[in-house]
């Protein structure tokens, strides 16, 4: 092919630009804020940080502390964030473990031994996508309540993995599916019982599609905000994103914003680390089949 | 009598089932169930009075309502204008991330930060950026682009803007991801064979491309339009408010938290799920069918 005129390369030169800077720059500017002293952040460029500080992160890990009487503890208000940072850690944890079992179960059986109607059994599992969850939260306080859940962040673990659920068993069940069934058949003929074929096989090989049900997963948890806040009442029972929506913002501005980006770089190391697997998974499982 | 091998892997198929369908029963039946029940009766928890059925008397008063067509308005132009906008945009970066590049393992990333960034506390950051506190140093600009939109539009316009925009950047990113894996599907030799075969980059586009992807955007517009509406809710639960353009998922949830009447409320969210069923049926057309069958 002819190298391409110089206009058009610095043509695709901008547009790439454009985008990296639309994608980065909100992230850029929240991290920015949070480095900032309550100086720089009342008289400084809103767009740079001069004097980098960590005092507002330093601030969410204060324990509570007794400072000037009345006045002083409503304006420096303590928040138990190290709890919060315990339930988010466990909320992810089990949401994964839950989602990724239960889905890889699911997804064998809609894949590999296709029950009768196991077409219509993906859809179904998939169609609940389309229920609206407004103000489907009052209903389920009632079998929260029923199963004395209440408070307890075991109704996350119930919640989240319906999330994701139907997106990862379409997933892996689509990828079961486009396997060669001689993949499965020359171990079972070998003697090995089918379960020892699947974790021996199956699924070291299916690694890329469980790596990008994974991170969709991580991702639909990490979006949910309302029923976090809705259902987790009291303060150190609550996640952080449920403890940032309770916290006094016009007081703790630079705080709230030193603690989203103590939840946030977390999750984009992890999903950043996985984010080329993440791709190869979809591709696997959608396209290829091998 | 010894079961064949085919009726012992059914059996194990629906045990193995299991655990999802009880997971997704147990969080979902009860709850779709109350809510078809409620839609259809007078319930209250602020009045006096039994709740009696009142049949689809809740649905009547809805689509008679001139608030109602707002709303259903509002929310279709929020859709439409998030969806187009997002594959669009998705569209565009995947194209430019097809091809290789120098840096485009960081470009690449760049364009997934989005989607990985946890929603739900991005959007509290969007949210206090796009309207921050009184004593940020740029307050008092934002301030000003606030009242010039709000004046123009209407109060809580620049709020709604603040989520439709959010939504946008996050929702492009994901959809951009899964158009690459779509684009990295294709087979190098059809494009090699493409390039022999047509003329101009816009053909190959037409002709190659967009037919292999369509299952991907469709999947993505799907997955965008059940999602759109959360970022409303998040916003809204932060400001506590009665956001001024509602879509159909806030105007329940208003009148349902706010007004107890949760008969109506109902019946305005379960309006949107035949629309959602078509939007579903579609994709299923699109991705399941045609290579579905013959496995």
């Known amino acids: 092919m002819n190298p391409k005129p110089w206009w058009a390369r610095l043509g695709h030169m901008s547009l790439i630009l454009i985008a990296t800077v639309y994608c980065v720059f909100p992230i850029y500017f929240v991290l920015v804020q949070s480095l900032k002293s309550a ?6 460029n809103p767009l740079i940080v ?13 324990a509570r502390r007794q400072s000037g009487g009345a006045v002083g503890s409503t304006l420096r208000r303590t928040y138990p964030f190290l709890a919060w940072l315990e339930n988010t850690l466990f909320v992810f944890a089990g949401t994964l473990a839950v989602t990724l079992s239960v889905s890889l179960a699911a997804a ?10 196991f077409r219509w059994w993906r859809r179904a599992i998939f169609a609940t996508y389309v229920i609206p969850q407004t103000i489907l939260f ?12 209440d408070d307890n962040l075991l109704t996350l673990l119930l919640v989240y993995p319906t999330m994701a659920l139907p997106f990862c068993v379409w997933l892996l069940s689509a990828y079961f599916q486009h396997l060669p069934r001689e993949i499965e058949e020359s171990a079972l003929i070998e003697g090995a019982s089918r379960s020892a074929a699947f974790f021996r096989i199956i699924l070291p090989m299916s690694r890329p599609v469980l790596v990008a049900s994974g991170i969709f997963t991580l991702g639909a948890a990490a979006s949910d905000f309302m029923i976090a806040s809705v259902f987790l009442l009291s303060g150190q029972n609550q996640t952080i994103p449920a403890g940032l929506g309770t916290m006094e913002v016009a007081l703790d501005e630079l705080a709230a914003v030193a603690g989203i980006n103590l939840m946030a770089i977390p999750v ?11 791709v190869r998974g979809l591709t696997a499982a959608m396209v290829e089949g091998t | 009598m010894r079961a064949t091998q085919r009726q ?3 059996r194990t198929a629906y045990v193995l089932l299991s655990p999802a369908v009880l997971l997704l029963l147990a969080v979902l039946a ?32 809805q689509l008679a309502d001139a608030e109602f067509w707002r709303t259903a308005l509002v929310t279709v132009v929020y859709a439409v204008v998030t969806i187009a906008a997002k594959l669009a945009l998705g569209l565009g970066f995947a194209l430019l991330l097809a091809r290789s590049f120098r840096g485009r393992a960081i470009v690449f990333l760049a364009i997934f930060l989005p989607w990985a960034y946890p929603a739900s506390v991005s959007i509290m950051g969007w949210y206090w950026t796009l309207n921050p506190p009184i004593p940020t140093s740029y307050a008092a600009f934002l301030g000003q682009v606030k009242y010039v939109v709000d004046s123009a539009l209407g109060g809580g316009a620049w709020v709604f803007l603040t989520a439709t925009l959010f939504n946008i950047w996050r929702g492009s990113s994901f959809i951009a991801v899964l158009l690459l894996a779509g684009i990295n599907g294709i087979p190098p030799e059809l494009f090699e064979y493409a390039l022999l075969e047509t003329k101009s980059p816009w053909q190959r586009f037409r002709s190659v491309t967009m037919p292999l992807l369509k299952p991907f955007l469709a999947l993505g517009a799907f997955l965008s339009l059940t999602s759109a509406f959360s970022d409303i809710a998040n916003v809204w639960m932060l400001t506590a408010g009665r956001i001024v353009f509602p879509v159909l998922g806030t105007q329940a949830y208003w009148l349902a938290i706010h007004g107890g009447q949760f008969g109506p409320a109902s019946a305005l969210s379960l309006l949107l799920v035949p629309f959602l069923l078509g939007a579903l049926l579609l994709l299923f057309r699109l991705f399941d069918s045609p290579e579905g069958e013959t496995a």
């Open chain 1, 108 to 117: 064998y059986a809609l894949g590999k031994l296709r029950p009768p109607g």
């Open chain 2, 8 to 10: 012992r892997d059914i």
């Open chain 2, 30 to 61: 009860y709850p779709v169930g109350w809510e078809v029940w409620t839609s259809l009766t007078s319930f209250s928890p602020l009045q006096d009075g039994a709740t009696v059925f009142v049949g689809s008397q809740n649905y009547r008063q």
């Open chain 1, 138 to 149: 009052v209903p389920l306080y009632r079998v929260v309540i029923g199963l004395g859940l």
């Open chain 1, 268 to 278: 984009i190391l992890i999903s950043a680390l996985f984010a080329r697997g993440y």
């Open chain 1, 50 to 62: 001069l004097h980098p500080t960590l005092e507002n992160f330093e601030e969410l890990f204060e």
């Open chain 1, 39 to 44: 100086d720089e952040d009342v008289f400084g």
